[in-house]
Each structure stands twice: as structure tokens, then as C-alpha cells.
């Protein structure tokens, strides 16, 4: 056994003790200081709101795809006859660069259109950093955006919500640049259609991005760059193609409906600074 010295003792618990203090603090820590919360959704209308649905115009709400009900927004298919590609997204009207989004939201048990593709079951998404609506093409499907892809549970097996999607960008997942298009969450839950899940992004000043479910932390990704190779934005490659492969720092925040109804409420956002 080594026999230390007094001194040789006290700057082996000094160093422990920094230790602990270091390992107390998460590893995505980041110096910023964060604004207040404030609404998005006033919980009575669509104020604020724009809809752009696939083959329709900007701004036509077309069958009352996004309606506001009890507090909620809610993606309806009450009117359709069939879904026929026309995904939808409900746009803010401001970008955003830095900030944290939080909202409540369940699929609901029934409403969904027969024609509605397999994928597409009990999937809908947060869309950020996304073009403009006015900048998408009438047939375009999705805008160039990341994807905070909200997934029920749809069937027997494991289908865990809160996976990061990318049309027309790329990202890095631990510092690898992400070749799929969706990235599962190895930590999110399965949850069941109808029970209400809290969803929180934070987009934090230097481009990284943590996805939280209920509180908990189920993905952590960064480097958001526009893909001149993207093949899923269709309509989008002139977009893209006038910008390069750029990082993209800033955009707007969408809803969006892809053939399941679904209820969006408390949707709140507080915006992140660096100090």
C-alpha cells in the first residue's frame, strides 16, 4: 500500500471532488440563457397558422384538414373521400433559430383513410428548420425540414415514437453523417393511439438538437446541412440546388398531417440565446 502525504491527499480529493462535479454535469451542457415561454396556439383558432397540403395552393385549408376543437388543433379527414398523397403541413408564421418547443399530443383510435400508406399509420411529425410554405411547389409532399417524427403503436410490435426523419437535409448522429432517412429512437416508448405523450425539441444555438418524450432525453443529433442528393423533398430540388449543401440554422415549424388524425395542444416556445 502507498503512503501519501498530507498535501499529496488533499489534491487527490480536490480532484475527485471536480471529478464529481464534472460527472453531476450532462455532457451536452451548453453556455445560453433561455426567454420566456409564450404561446404559439391560442387554443381557439388558427391564428397564426398557415396550411399548405399537397396539389392544393398556400393557405387553402382544404376539407378542413387542421381544425381547432376543445382546445386542440386537430389533422380531420371528416371531409376526404380519400387521402390521395395530400399530406399536409400547418406552418407557423415566424422562423425560429434557437428555442425550446413543447406541446401535448395523442393520435386518435379512428378516422384514419383507407388508402392511407402502411407507413403512415399513427404517423404525423414536428417539422423545423423547414423552407417557407410560400417557397414549397402546389405538389410538393414535405418541405425541406428535419422531422421530429411522432409514431403510435401500430400492431404487436416495438414502434417507438420520437424518430428524427430528414427531407431534403442531412445530420450527424455522434459525429457520423446519418445515410437513412429515418432514425428510430433506441430509448423512446411504444405508445398506445389515444393517450396523450409530451414532446419537447430544443434547438439549442450551436446546431445541436435533443428530441425529449415525457421529460426524457430520446435522441440527441446536430450539423442540420441541406442534401442536393435528397430523393424525399420532391418538388424541392431547385430549392436545394439554389442554396448547396448549406447548414441550415434557422426555420419555420410545422404540423404536419400524413393521413392519421391527431390532436396537437399547450403548444408553447421559449427561445434560446447564446451567452
Known sequence: MTILS??????????????????ATPAFSQDFKAGPWRPLF??????????????HPMGENYQQTFVVDHGAIRVSYAGY???DGQF???????????????????????????????WARSNSGIMFHSQSPESMTVNQ????????????????????????????????????????HCTPSAKAPTIPDGTWVKAELEVRPNGEV???????????????TLDPDDTVADGAKPYIL????QRVTEGYIALQSEGHPIEFKDIEIQELTAR
Open 210 to 224: 435533443f428530441e425529449k418524450i415525457d421529460g426524457v432525453v430520446v435522441h440527441h443529433y446536430a450539423d442540420i
Open 141 to 180: 409532399s414535405f418541405p425541406v425540414s428535419v422531422e421530429f417524427q411522432l409514431l403510435g403503436k401500430d400492431g404487436d410490435g416495438r414502434r417507438a415514437t420520437a424518430a428524427v426523419c430528414t427531407p431534403g437535409v442531412t445530420i450527424t448522429i455522434d459525429g457520423q453523417k446519418v445515410k437513412e
Open 81 to 83: 373521400k380519400t387521402m
Open 42 to 55: 391560442d387554443g381557439k383558432s388558427l391564428d397564426g397558422w398557415t396550411p399548405k397540403i399537397a396539389k
Open 6 to 23: 498530507a498535501k499529496a491527499r488533499g489534491a487527490g480529493l480536490a480532484a475527485l471532488a471536480l471529478g464529481l462535479v464534472a460527472t
Open 242 to 245: 439554389a442554396r448547396g449543401a
Open 88 to 118: 399536409g403541413h400547418l406552418f407557423y408564421k415566424a422562423p425560429f433559430k434557437a428555442y425550446r418547443l413543447r406541446l401535448t399530443y395523442r393520435f386518435l383510435t379512428d378516422g384514419a383513410l383507407p388508402d392511407t400508406p402502411a
